[in-house]
């Protein structure tokens, strides 16, 4: 069976370009929502290609990304060169950081919990390696209190990726995060990673999910009641169906 560390390292370079992970309006948003915080070291937990932690460049002194693929740790590495910013790569799973205690200011994940094997050890391992008074940061796709449509929505994502675990609800991570010793400071539901949305096409592209695959996500689309359609956000335009690829953002505090 095939590891999410080992598809996504095959198609590093996909994620290099990719408007949902590169150009998203989330990553401006959460400078925002960071605002008026102390910030020298940030980590950026399955960084995928990096885009999230480089946002950083000339607002932290230290920037570290992990990923349990080393090849897109290499796509990292480029591009930080390509901008002339200082990173520091890591090769581990969000199960298991190599790093100290209280040793980040922010530690952040976006588009990346709903592949975690053990959410709540790998919020464990964040929350060790932040520093008391620090800062967890998720952006990441959202489920629904809806089980119809939760169902529905977790059928397109594992054709759409067979290696996706679950998208959390809003209600999941609130309870997870409290459990977890966090004060929430900002979360934010239904937010969209590509207003207007992208094309099933383009979004089975940047992931390679196979024409069998995407034959499928238009086939359950094309024969689903409209409400759900509008409930999770798609829109159809010129036969084409529009994903606005779903997402929650959160801020949460380290209290000890």
Request: one cysteine or more.
């Amino acid at each position: 069976m095939t590891t999410a560390s080992e598809r996504f390292g095959r198609i590093a370079s996909n994620f290099v370009k990719s408007e949902i992970h590169s150009a998203s309006p989330s990553i401006a948003h959460l400078h925002e929502l960071l605002k008026g915080y102390s910030i020298e070291a940030v980590c950026d937990v399955a960084c995928g290609a990096g885009h999230l932690g480089l946002s950083f460049c000339g607002k932290a002194q230290s920037i570290v990304a992990v990923d349990p693929a080393p090849q897109m740790l290499a796509v990292v590495r480029d591009l930080a060169a390509g901008k002339s910013c200082a990173i520091e790569t890591h090769q581990a799973f969000a199960e298991a950081l190599p790093f100290s205690d209280e040793q980040f200011d922010v530690v952040m994940s976006r588009l990346a919990p709903h592949h975690f094997a053990d959410l709540q050890l790998s919020l464990k391992e964040m929350k060790r390696i932040l520093k008391v008074g620090g800062l967890l940061a998720i952006i990441d796709l959202e489920g629904s209190d809806d089980p119809i449509l939760d169902d529905f929505n977790h059928r397109l994502e594992v054709l759409h990726d067979p290696t996706h675990v679950r998208s959390y609800t809003a209600r999941t991570w609130r309870t997870v995060i409290a459990q977890m010793g966090f004060r929430i400071v900002a979360f934010e539901t239904e937010r969209s990673e590509k207003p207007g949305g992208v094309t099933v096409h383009r979004w089975c592209e940047v992931t390679n999910s196979g024409d069998k695959a995407e034959a499928e996500i238009m086939n359950l689309l094309s024969n689903a009641d409209r409400s759900m359609l509008e409930r999770l956000g798609v829109r159809q335009e010129n036969g084409n169906f529009l994903m606005p690829i779903r997402t929650v953002i959160l801020v949460a505090q380290n209290i000890g």
